[in-house]
């Protein structure tokens, strides 16, 4: 019988990768080459090693949903939305406090947006799994950054068209008042703001299949958070032994420079929970032997 093989990918998309210059086109209004906005180091042999494996094991997959990362240039996260005391712009990979706020080290630029931005960091800080961090505008909706690494993009195009299914494409991100790493649920979800919180349908359907096998960037942030939403969901609905069914795919996936340690922090977590990890080469011949038992059921 055909197992129900699901590939989750996280953000598998221009801004996140270290693009070589071949695969950056030219923007016809400044002249010039485009460039990821968050390159992850490695990144890019990463979405090339996912693409191949979707094509050479296309027929094993029963399904494959993908994450977009999706903000507007105004953002909480973002140095558009901030000013330093002395009216200089907020760098990106500065991180930023409530109580730095209060002080008045860092503003919003908007003074309307202090009071939610307060709100926003002490709920944030009252979870304990990040501080906000600015980073670079990216994935902003619409540009060339937020679309899909182009190998990724074609294999998954050529599963659809094989299948006659659809890539169930999730965009999370838009709210510019919570940052929104996992793509089940924002950081600091809003009551007003059903894209915030956390997406039950999603994580049940995902929960039907036989594996999840997970890929895609960065693995220290958005896969991180991803991963830990899932993992607490099915094991608080459905038992520790349904970790099993997740499968990181690790040499598809890499941290953000500087999150290394992080990054390994979760590996190691998320191993002891009973999550799988994997290479892609060990994915493959699941994959084939998938497709080989639909060949089976066809003929017989």
């Not at 390159?39 to 029963?62: C, E, F, K």
């Amino acid at each position: 019988m055909k197992r129900n093989l699901h590939l989750l990918m996280i953000d598998p998309q221009n801004d996140f990768c270290d693009l070589p210059e071949t695969y950056r086109p030219i923007d016809p209004v400044s002249r010039q080459a485009l460039a990821p906005a968050l390159p992850v180091p490695g990144a890019h042999q990463d979405m090339l090693r996912l693409a191949s494996l979707i094509n050479r094991g296309r027929a094993g997959l029963t399904a494959i949903s993908l994450t977009l990362d999706s903000h507007h240039r105004f953002d909480i996260a973002h140095p558009t939305f901030w000013i330093a005391a002395d009216g200089a712009p907020v760098a990106p990979f500065t991180e930023i406090t409530a109580a730095e706020v209060r002080a008045q080290k860092y503003l919003p630029r908007h003074p309307a947006g202090l009071a939610l931005a307060l709100n926003y960091l002490d709920r944030l800080e009252a979870a304990g799994r990040y501080r906000l961090m600015v980073w670079p505008v990216h994935c902003e909706i619409g540009s060339w950054g937020h679309n899909v690494h182009a190998d990724v993009r074609a294999a998954y195009s050529h599963w659809e068209e094989a299948a006659l299914g659809i890539v169930a494409k999730l965009a999370k991100g838009s709210n510019p008042w919570t940052e929104h790493y996992s793509a089940v649920q924002a950081e600091v979800p809003y009551e007003d703001d059903p894209d915030t919180q956390f997406n039950t349908r999603f994580v049940r359907s995902l929960a039907e299949a036989d594996r999840i096998y997970v890929a895609g960037e960065a693995g220290s942030h958005c896969v991180k958070a991803t991963v830990e939403h899932i993992a607490d969901y099915f094991e608080r609905e459905y038992g520790a032994a349904s970790l099993r069914k997740l499968a990181l795919i690790t040499d598809c996936v890499s941290p953000v420079s500087g999150f290394e340690p992080q990054y390994q922090s979760f590996l190691r977590a998320m191993q002891a929970r009973g999550v799988q990890l994997m290479q892609s080469a060990d994915v493959l011949p699941e994959l084939l032997d998938n497709a080989s038992r639909a060949v089976a059921m066809g003929n017989a």
